[in-house]
């Protein structure tokens, strides 16, 4: 069974530009979520998408956007990049419903703002 | 409000020997419990979980965690360590979704590098 899928794996940008990260859940997992991983805040939480809809976010600004497909795919967007975005962007997907199913997580796109 | 606290950012230890890497956590209801190991250049991967049945939980290379709701806390051990146990270890708590949490929000600690000595 394959697993997460993230890609690219790499990305350079500049400031101001933006950004798009896709996802590829493991087949059949519906919840897909977005973690961002830096150095001095550690993992964050971005947000959660579940059938399409945004089952819960983070505390991030708007620029930070995701949407999710009918084939549970889901996408990152960042706007207007910042120096302080670069960083390690984790997918992680879970089976719906059921008690503590946890969740798989991608290799991540690295993420580099000159 | 949910939150973790890894003691020990970085911790040696040589090959052979016990490997303990802490865990505390903060929740006021029944949380669900995760480790997670992440090597150079890689995702998270999934060592353990707890949910709530037995508070002995074994997973995978060896590795094992005791959930002490007193002590609130949840620890991983492991008996032998081994090389390719160094890596990066993170502690990770979910409330449940009949708490009024939800599935795809875990809650990191800090992380803790374990480095072994040959």
């Known amino acids: 069974k394959a697993g997460v899928t993230q890609t690219p794996r790499y990305l350079i940008k500049t400031r101001g530009q933006q950004v798009t990260l896709s996802c590829s859940p493991i087949?059949?997992?519906?919840?897909v979520s977005w973690y961002q991983q830096t150095p001095g805040q550690g993992l964050q939480f971005l947000f959660e998408?579940?059938?399409?809809?945004?089952?819960n976010k983070g505390n991030f600004p708007g620029r930070f956007s995701g949407r999710q497909f009918s084939n549970s795919r889901s996408e990152m967007n960042v706007s207007t990049l910042e120096l302080g975005d670069s960083a390690l962007y984790l997918c992680?997907?879970?089976?719906?419903?059921?008690?503590?199913?946890?969740?798989?997580f991608g290799d991540g796109t690295r993420l580099s703002i000159l | 409000a949910q939150s973790v606290t890894q003691l020990g950012s970085h911790v040696s230890v040589s090959e052979g020997a016990l490997v303990l890497l802490r865990c505390n956590y903060s929740?006021?209801?029944?949380?669900?419990l995760f480790w997670y190991v992440q090597y150079p250049n890689q995702g998270l991967q999934l060592l353990l979980k707890?949910?709530?049945?037995?508070?002995l939980v074994k997973g995978i290379n060896g590795f094992e965690a005791e959930f002490k709701k007193s002590e609130t806390s949840f620890h991983l051990t492991k008996p032998s360590a081994h090389m390719s146990d160094a890596a990066e270890y993170f502690c990770?708590?979910?409330?449940?979704?009949?708490?009024?949490?939800?599935?795809?929000?875990?809650?990191f600690g800090k992380g803790t590098k374990l480095s072994v000595k040959p």
């Open positions: 707890y949910t709530s049945a037995a508070t």
């Open positions: 998408y579940f059938s399409e809809t945004q089952r």
């Open positions: 929740s006021s209801v029944p949380p669900y």
């Open positions: 990770a708590v979910r409330v449940p979704s009949g708490y009024g949490g939800s599935q795809g929000n875990l809650i």
């Open positions: 992680a997907s879970s089976l719906a419903g059921g008690q503590g199913q946890p969740q798989h």
């Open positions: 087949s059949g997992h519906r919840s």
